[in-house]
């Protein structure tokens, strides 16, 4: 069963940083894309950003533009989310998923793979 385990995420006050880790279990994942989502209670899952397999491309959301960034270890894994400036509504539960295909942009539905989520907590 491949798996993906998020950690790093917590609490934090406005302002702050934290980083966030996806480590898969196998090495197929160093040729895929990956991407990190996010859901806050009561909405949808929303993309945040993402990595092409090689680490060369990378998205962002509008709403972490300038603020985040997505990056892979130098053997592809684990993938970060490195998150500054962080605000009250960036508290969501954050997730990582793997696009085997693709080239890790916001798409949902093609991302094949899914870790169990991380908690990310800011108080204003």
């Known amino acids: 069963q491949v798996q993906l385990v998020e950690s790093g995420g917590g609490l934090v006050q406005a302002g702050g940083s934290l980083r966030l880790s996806c480590a898969a279990s196998?090495?197929?994942?160093?040729?895929?894309?990956m991407g990190w989502f996010r859901q806050a209670p009561g909405k949808e899952r929303e993309f945040v950003a993402g990595?092409?397999?090689?680490?060369?491309?990378?998205y962002d959301s509008d709403s972490v533009k300038g603020r985040f960034t997505i990056s892979r270890a130098n053997d592809k894994n684990p993938v970060y989310q490195q998150m500054n400036s962080l605000k009250p509504a960036d508290a969501a539960v954050y997730y990582c998923?793997?696009?085997?295909?693709?080239?890790?942009?916001?798409?949902?539905?093609?991302?094949?793979?899914w870790g169990q989520g991380t908690q990310v907590t800011v108080s204003s």
């Open positions: 196998e090495r197929t994942f160093i040729s895929y894309a």
């Open positions: 990595i092409s397999w090689n680490g060369v491309g990378t």
């Open positions: 998923a793997a696009d085997p295909l693709g080239a890790g942009t916001g798409i949902l539905s093609a991302y094949d793979y």
